[in-house]
């Protein structure tokens, strides 16, 4: 199936730190940090996914960052399409992957085969 | 909006929610106060800026209105209090000076006018900081209550507007506002000037550090109407990394990705057309 976005190692790994917790709201660098992408990966990324609808993203309250004394952070989280989408796509590569590893397998049979 | 608007007062609850505070104010400081004109000065004020919003998504009326209640607090008269209901709808409405100077009088029109010069003289292209002070030392003193009330309230809701635009208010505010402030005997409004934008230039102390400026200097690359939304993205991010090296290897990854987001941003459009 084609999905709205490409998905690349990073987008997966992304989407992979999101869906852990679809509700919780995270800044650029948390996900940053939980999805293990440098942010000069992680911004175009961002971008991407906030295009094709499946993240949004939002300023947080300032009354926070002024009681904090800090510039206000940009908060994103997954849209309910964006999570079903992004988990049906997750899935759909498992089992991509999990079908041509059990196919290598079955291909060669013997000392590699049963190593695997 | 070309057209004149139909002035009438909002439903009589509306009207006594909208100026409560104000009225309340005035009991106090100014019972003798021409409650009435200052009612109408709202209206005519509210219906030229119907539609208009502030960065904080506020009706723009809330505005005037504010700046009006803070010289409301000092006791200011009726034309001063009429002139900060009316001192953006000539600049920002069709709304014009015959006009104003017909329904409301001479004084207040005078009043309006010279807010409006003392913006052209510090928003001028050659402005410079012995010009714009040779400007407030011969302007009226009422014009300079008005301004320095105006400037009270921009501060109170400066975290709405782009960084870069905060830093400068800031500076401003220090620099001309807060000594004009203390030179009307507006003590206590010159000391909140002055609080509100220190802290607003030390919430924004990155914005100036070699991090912040190859920061903001990149933006550059995106296009225009992205550019704000990232930079403060990412001096908010800068301000979660304690340690300088971590915000200089932040501020250089960002960097090294920014063609591929520049392409990103400016190639929306056909990526929401696969969606559909």
Same mark, same amino acid.
């Given at each position: 199936?084609?999905?709205?976005?490409?998905?690349?190692?990073?987008?997966?790994?992304?989407?992979?730190?999101?869906?852990?917790?679809?509700?919780?709201?995270?800044?650029?660098?948390?996900?940053?940090?939980?999805?293990?992408?440098?942010?000069?990966?992680?911004?175009?990324?961002?971008?991407?996914?906030?295009?094709?609808?499946?993240?949004?993203?939002?300023?947080?309250?300032?009354?926070?960052?002024?009681?904090?004394?800090?510039?206000?952070?940009?908060?994103?989280?997954?849209?309910?399409?964006?999570?079903?989408?992004?988990?049906?796509?997750?899935?759909?590569?498992?089992?991509?992957?999990?079908?041509?590893?059990?196919?290598?397998?079955?291909?060669?049979?013997?000392?590699?085969?049963?190593?695997? | 909006?070309?057209?004149?608007?139909?002035?009438?007062?909002?439903?009589?609850?509306?009207?006594?929610?909208?100026?409560?505070?104000?009225?309340?104010?005035?009991?106090?400081?100014?019972?003798?106060?021409?409650?009435?004109?200052?009612?109408?000065?709202?209206?005519?004020?509210?219906?030229?800026?119907?539609?208009?919003?502030?960065?904080?998504?506020?009706?723009?009326?809330?505005?005037?209105?504010?700046?009006?209640?803070?010289?409301?607090?000092?006791?200011?008269?009726?034309?001063?209090?009429?002139?900060?209901?009316?001192?953006?709808?000539?600049?920002?409405?069709?709304?014009?000076?015959?006009?104003?100077?017909?329904?409301?009088?001479?004084? *207040?029109?005078?009043?309006?006018?010279?807010?409006?010069?003392?913006?052209?003289?510090?928003?001028?292209?050659?402005?410079?900081?012995?010009?714009?002070?040779?400007?407030?030392?011969?302007?009226?003193?009422?014009?300079?209550?008005?301004?320095?009330?105006?400037?009270?309230?921009?501060?109170?809701?400066?975290?709405?507007?782009?960084?870069?635009?905060?830093?400068?208010?800031?500076?401003?505010?220090?620099?001309?506002?807060?000594?004009?402030?203390?030179?009307?005997?507006?003590?206590?409004?010159?000391?909140?000037?002055?609080? *509100?934008?220190?802290?607003?230039?030390?919430?924004?102390?990155?914005?100036?550090?070699?991090?912040?400026?190859?920061?903001?200097?990149?933006?550059?690359?995106?296009?225009?109407?992205?550019?704000?939304?990232?930079?403060?993205?990412?001096?908010?991010?800068?301000?979660?990394?304690?340690?300088?090296?971590?915000?200089?290897?932040?501020?250089?990854?960002?960097?090294?990705?920014?063609?591929?987001?520049?392409?990103?941003?400016?190639?929306?459009?056909?990526?929401?057309?696969?969606?559909?």
């Amino acid at each position: 199936m084609k999905y709205a976005v490409k998905m690349t190692a990073p987008v997966q790994q992304v989407l992979r730190a999101m869906l852990e917790d679809a509700a919780v709201p995270r800044y650029g660098l948390q996900i940053s940090k939980q999805a293990d992408l440098e942010p000069g990966t992680l911004y175009p990324v961002m971008a991407r996914l906030e295009g094709v609808g499946w993240v949004e993203s939002s300023w947080e309250n300032p009354d926070l960052s002024i009681k904090d004394g800090r510039p206000r952070r940009r908060y994103y989280q997954l849209t309910k399409d964006g999570a079903e989408q992004a988990r049906m796509a997750l899935a759909e590569i498992s089992a991509r992957r999990e079908k041509r590893r059990s196919s290598l397998s079955a291909a060669q049979p013997g000392p590699l085969g049963a190593a695997l | 909006m070309n057209g004149q608007p139909q002035i009438q007062p909002q439903s009589a609850a509306g009207q006594d929610d909208a100026l409560g505070g104000l009225r309340k104010i005035l009991r106090i400081t100014r019972p003798d106060a021409d409650v009435e004109l200052i009612r109408r000065a709202y209206d005519v004020a509210a219906s030229w800026h119907q539609g208009q919003t502030r960065m904080s998504g506020d009706p723009h009326i809330t505005h005037p209105l504010a700046v009006a209640t803070i010289l409301a607090e000092l006791a200011a008269a009726d034309q001063m209090l009429c002139a900060a209901m009316l001192h953006d709808t000539i600049q920002d409405t069709p709304y014009t000076f015959a006009a104003l100077s017909a329904e409301f009088g001479a004084e *207040v029109a005078a009043l309006v006018a010279g807010t409006i010069a003392l913006d052209q003289v510090k928003g001028g292209r050659r402005r410079n900081q012995s010009e714009v002070l040779a400007a407030v030392r011969s302007a009226d003193t009422r014009v300079l209550a008005i301004k320095v009330a105006d400037r009270l309230h921009n501060m109170r809701t400066v975290e709405f507007i782009a960084h870069a635009k905060q830093l400068r208010k800031s500076r401003e505010s220090l620099d001309i506002f807060a000594p004009v402030a203390s030179q009307l005997r507006m003590d206590t409004i010159g000391a909140e000037l002055e609080t *509100v934008a220190y802290a607003t230039m030390k919430r924004n102390r990155h914005a100036r550090s070699a991090s912040g400026r190859l920061l903001t200097a990149m933006t550059a690359l995106l296009p225009p109407a992205t550019r704000t939304r990232w930079c403060e993205e990412w001096l908010g991010e800068l301000h979660t990394l304690p340690a300088r090296r971590d915000r200089a290897s932040f501020a250089i990854h960002t960097m090294l990705g920014l063609p591929r987001l520049a392409y990103t941003v400016c190639n929306r459009a056909p990526d929401r057309r696969r969606a559909g």
